[in-house]
């Protein structure tokens, strides 16, 4: 079979590997789409703290069943997308109903290789039942859920004030389904054409550019209170630590980025709000069926979130294209 294999930074070579084979308790998929994300950029770029190379990417992945156990719920030929966060178990993060969060976690295209290949063998527990959507819908299942589970760890509500940091695929994400629940949205960014994309794209209406304007802008929309709840999504330390002074007193700031090294909050700031400060890691399953639901009641801009598809084969000339532009592109699909 074909593989995309990034075999160290900056270069990406088409493999042919031996085709997995049936195994007892896990599925053959024959895969379909690859969505690409800031993970498989920061991969080929060699920022990825927890990889080792080479490398198989691609953990945002649709597909067909090639075989599966009989008397499985699933069938041959069914379109499945692909939980890539494959967990223990038995670790006190599975014990408690938080497999996302295990301890001994192993991400498809990050800790074992992915799916950007013609094949790949997966536990069948992993699948996802992708009825009623298209591939490239089934292959933005992952990134949603990602911002549907923050948005489920927050509690968001109707009439809340939430404000959006960092308008990229994860941030689009968190504010779509804040949105659903209700809440009132504001988007910032540093780039100006990722919020005109959002504004004109996606519904954003109200968006602030990150300048020296930013605070007055932000006072100014949330009636000089600031916000119920922050979602920041820009995975820098920088940014982060700046969030929490956009959190209204009494209000919670979600950390869905995540970026190396240590973070650094202003106890005193933190304490005067009663901050609630949380992380969000990847999605659970419940995550990724309200994302399908969402989907199948055409709730979602599916259309729109999807800007860019090319075929895999061309990886290596077209995955350096999509990073450098980055401000252009929210979500990019590889087709097998």
């Not at 949105?179 to 996606?202: F, K, S, V």
Request: charge should be negative.
């Amino acid at each position: 079979m074909k593989a995309v294999v990034c075999r160290e930074p900056g270069k990406i070579d088409i493999e042919d590997r031996p085709s997995p084979t049936a195994q007892p308790g896990k599925a053959l998929i024959r895969i379909r789409r690859v969505g690409l994300c800031g993970t498989d950029f920061h991969i080929y770029s060699g920022r990825h703290p927890f990889l080792s190379y080479p490398r198989v990417m691609g953990h945002e992945l649709s597909g067909e069943i090639e075989a599966i156990a009989a008397g499985s719920s699933l069938r041959p030929g069914q379109l499945v997308a692909i939980n890539p966060y494959l967990a223990c178990g038995v670790c006190i993060a599975c014990r408690k109903g938080k497999p996302n969060a295990c301890v001994n976690v192993s991400v498809l295209g990050v800790h074992a290789d992915g799916g950007m290949a013609e094949m790949l063998s997966v536990p069948e527990s992993a699948l996802i039942d992708a009825t009623g959507l298209t591939p490239d819908e089934a292959a933005m299942l992952e990134f949603l859920a990602i911002g549907a589970h923050a948005v489920a760890r927050s509690t968001v509500g109707a009439g809340d004030r939430v404000l959006i940091v960092g308008a990229g695929p994860i941030g689009v994400a968190a504010g779509l389904f804040a949105r659903l629940n209700g809440a009132d949205i504001t988007m910032i960014d540093t780039r100006q054409a990722r919020l005109d994309y959002a504004r004109d794209h996606l519904g954003f209406d109200h968006v602030a550019l990150a300048d020296t304007t930013l605070a007055e802008a932000l006072l100014d929309r949330s009636d000089g209170e600031m916000f119920d709840i922050v979602f920041d999504a820009t995975g820098s330390l920088s940014a982060m630590a700046q969030s929490l002074h956009y959190v209204a007193h009494g209000g919670t700031l979600v950390f869905v980025g995540v970026a190396p090294g240590d973070l650094i909050l202003p106890d005193p700031e933190l304490h005067k709000r009663e901050t609630t400060v949380m992380a969000s890691r990847n999605a659970l399953s419940s995550d990724f069926e309200r994302v399908k639901q969402a989907m199948l009641d055409g709730k979602i801009p599916v259309s729109a979130l999807h800007t860019h598809s090319f075929d895999a084969q061309n990886m290596a000339t077209r995955l350096p294209q999509l990073i450098d532009d980055a401000d252009h592109v929210l979500k990019a699909i590889a087709i097998f």
